[in-house]
């Protein structure tokens, strides 16, 4: 069994940061990507930013590049989301997410284990 477990949302004002942290436990699974994807209300879940386990190589959706950086510590094993100049926009809950097989890392279905989400409100 694996558990991914996000921490660190919260409320922030427009142009605030936070930082999303995901904690892996349980069986080791080959990671190739770790993902965090975001879900608002009345839409579907969306991708954010992915990272590639072993080479680090980086991908992000338009809307967050250049606000948001993903980032990865192999001996904790954790994946963290800095968010920077946030937007009301950015509401949602955000999803930590791994897979192992290479699959394409801007979809849902590409990933095997999700968290439970962590809600990430920014007021105007």
């Known amino acids: 069994q694996v558990a991914l477990v996000e921490s660190g949302g919260g409320l922030v004002q427009a142009g605030g940061s936070l930082r999303l942290s995901c904690a892996a436990s349980g069986r080791t699974f080959s990671r190739y990507y770790m993902g965090w994807f975001r879900q608002a209300p009345g839409k579907e879940r969306e991708f954010v930013a992915a990272?590639?386990?072993?080479?680090?190589?980086?991908y992000y959706a338009d809307s967050v590049k250049g606000r948001f950086t993903i980032s990865r510590d192999a001996a904790k094993n954790t994946v963290d989301l800095q968010m920077n100049s946030l937007k009301p926009e950015d509401t949602a809950v955000y999803y930590c997410?791994?897979?192992?097989?290479?699959?394409?890392?801007?979809?849902?279905?590409?990933?095997?284990?999700w968290g439970q989400g962590t809600q990430v409100t920014v007021s105007s």
């Open positions: 990272i590639s386990w072993i080479a680090g190589s980086r």
């Open positions: 997410a791994g897979q192992g097989d290479g699959g394409v890392y801007f979809r849902t279905s590409s990933y095997d284990y």
